[in-house]
């Protein structure tokens, strides 16, 4: 959509009625239809326009300022500048128009994200109805427009904003913000305060979110905060917080708690039990240590626990107390659990799993674990439906039957011992959802046929470092990063492997026994990035494609039998870092730009 954002609504704003003939819903504010809500007389109120991809600029002759009954309004999401500034890639911005002032009865108002920047004007201070402002924005890319809050400051904008309860900036934290003790919910993601968390924020009685990801926090973890009985979420995550966890209050509200990408450490406290209202715990890439799960076994509302990547812990001799509560007991909402890149260490049967009927993410990798998935195999159905599973170095020595998981899109076995061949199955599990099979690191020796199998989605596909032999597999036509090197295969690259590489970045054959020539249809393959064929035996010339392309980065052609002269010059455009050639039979020079 481009242009005046209004001229959709030129008759709502000109008539201020409800359309004739339009289905619409009930709201708390009016009945909503199409992103328009109107009030019993017929007056727009609403107005939702958010991620339309709306482009190009408005100004104060809008007919959105004649919406004079206007209570809530989303514009978030869009690029009122026009987009991106091709070829440059940069982004665009436009400053936010005059006319705002017009909108007196505003109680919501989102421009996150729609490529504003600039100086916030000062007329919003006059809309004192407003509940929620959102001037929030994708501050973490680099050249993305933002709004700025100079000329009013912060407390010149909200100094008449009495019933403020929600705000969301980019920007440094105003000590003015401290005299909003009515606001509720502060989001001030993606800045660089370079400062610790603000304690006055300890004071505000009604908070009940709290979010500041990405901000440069550093410090100690802000402990009079975390006793703040109405708070509900806290998101604190990538910032440079060094401290441990302190205790947590009795009779908590806190629902979700996100600290990860943090230097926190230490050992969980056991009064994170005392939280029972708690659904959410991200921990990963942090350095907690110690037996980190006894403090949330009895968690009961608990649905979602990451704690993968505390690579700092000492080694946990048992598996988590964790998994040995909520398998023994039914916990019917526990959805996602990730203890991946831990130390702990064990054994445990897959089955055990079965009572988390909800489950829909598992990744147990790169721990100590001994995973035995005998019984699924006796009986594929006692698993729960997976959407991700991830089991990668987990000492297994037999394929999950996972025949019957119609809902899987993430699969990693990767770093096994699976000493078998990959069953036909394997391609139809996810009901053609699956998008990530990584199955590389083990003994796997065939494929069943026919490769035609293949999910018609899936785009990572690994294979690498087995004793696959045989034919070498046709890609799936979408496949974006394909790697069967380190192998036993033995076939010549099919004439047409173009066709079947069209849309892939990243195509490795490297260490097999591969023969023949490399078929002059790789030069379709127009997205290819990174090509490896090393280490084959490979004869005949080297396309001419390969040599003059100007997306190509890395081509390793090293230790074949290809011969003749060397073909083509290198563009004016060319992005190649890497080119190896040698060890083969080619003459010839390379012609110097």
Not at 347 to 370: P, R, V
Request: aromatic letters at 8%; glycine letters at 6%; a negative charge.
């Amino acid at each position: 959509m481009h242009g005046d954002i209004g001229y959709k609504f030129v008759d709502y704003s000109l008539n201020q009625r409800a359309p004739a003939g339009h289905e619409s819903t009930e709201t708390p504010i009016g009945k909503e239809s199409g992103g328009v809500t109107w009030d019993a007389n017929g007056h727009v109120v609403g107005l939702d326009l958010s991620s339309e991809s709306i482009s190009g600029g408005f100004n104060s002759s809008s007919s959105l300022f004649n919406l004079q009954y206007l209570q809530s309004l989303n514009l978030a999401g869009n690029s009122f500048c026009g987009g991106l500034n091709w070829p440059n890639n940069n982004f665009c911005s436009s400053q936010i128009p005059s006319g705002f002032d017009r909108l007196a009865n505003l109680i919501y108002l989102n421009l996150s994200n729609s490529g504003f920047s600039g100086q916030i004007p000062k007329e919003f201070s006059l809309l004192t109805r407003l509940v929620t402002i959102d001037f929030s924005s994708l501050g973490y890319l680099i050249g993305f427009p933002t709004l700025k809050l100079q000329n009013p400051n912060l407390r010149m904008l909200v100094q008449n904003i009495k019933e403020l309860r929600e705000l969301h900036l980019n920007g440094p934290i105003h000590s003015s913000l401290q005299k909003l003790r009515s606001l509720s919910r502060i989001r001030l993601d993606d800045n660089n305060f370079a400062a610790p968390v603000p304690q006055f924020l300890a004071s505000f009685s009604n908070l009940t979110h709290l979010q500041l990801s990405s901000c440069g926090l550093t410090g100690t973890f802000p402990e009079k905060i975390i006793q703040v009985t109405t708070l509900q979420i806290l998101d604190l995550s990538i910032n440079l917080l060094e401290d441990s966890l302190p205790e947590f209050p009795q009779n908590g509200s806190l629902e979700t708690l996100v600290l990860s990408d943090t230097k926190l450490w230490g050992k969980l406290p056991n009064s994170m039990g005392n939280l029972k209202k708690l659904t959410s715990i991200k921990l990963a890439r942090c350095y907690f240590s110690g037996p980190i799960l006894n403090s949330v076994a009895n968690l009961p509302q608990l649905i979602y626990l990451d704690l993968s990547e505390n690579k700092k812990s000492p080694p946990v001799p048992v598996f988590p107390p964790i998994l040995a509560e909520v398998t023994t007991r039914q916990q019917p909402n526990f959805c996602f659990l990730d203890l991946s890149s831990n130390k702990f260490n064990g054994k445990i049967e897959l089955s055990k799993f079965k009572k988390l009927g909800n489950l829909t993410d598992l990744s147990l990798s790169y721990n100590n674990l001994s995973i035995n998935a005998t019984l699924c195999n006796l009986s594929p159905s006692i698993l729960p439906m997976f959407t991700t599973l991830r089991l990668a170095s987990c000492r297994l020595t037999t394929l999950p039957d996972l025949s019957g998981q119609s809902s899987l899109t993430h699969l990693d076995l990767s770093q096994n011992q699976i000493h078998e061949n990959i069953p036909s199955w394997i391609w139809k599990i996810g009901n053609g959802s699956l998008v990530y099979l990584n199955l590389s690191h083990n003994l796997l020796e065939d494929l069943h046929e026919p490769f035609s199998t293949f999910t018609p989605y899936l785009s990572i596909l690994d294979l690498h470092s087995n004793q696959l032999h045989g034919q070498i597999p046709t890609p799936p036509i979408f496949c974006s990063y394909v790697d069967y090197s380190n192998n036993s295969f033995t076939s010549s690259i099919p004439e047409d492997i173009g066709t079947y590489i069209f849309f892939t970045i990243f195509f490795s054959l490297s260490k097999n026994n591969i023969t023949g020539i490399i078929p002059a249809s790789i030069c379709n393959a127009s997205y290819l990035r990174f090509l490896d064929f090393s280490d084959n035996a490979l004869s005949g010339m080297i396309p001419s494609c390969l040599i003059g392309n100007e997306i190509l980065e890395d081509l390793n052609l090293r230790r074949n039998k290809l011969s003749a002269t060397i073909p083509g010059e290198f563009s004016g455009n060319c992005l190649l870092r890497t080119l190896d050639l040698n060890g083969n039979l080619l003459e010839g020079k390379f012609q110097t730009l």
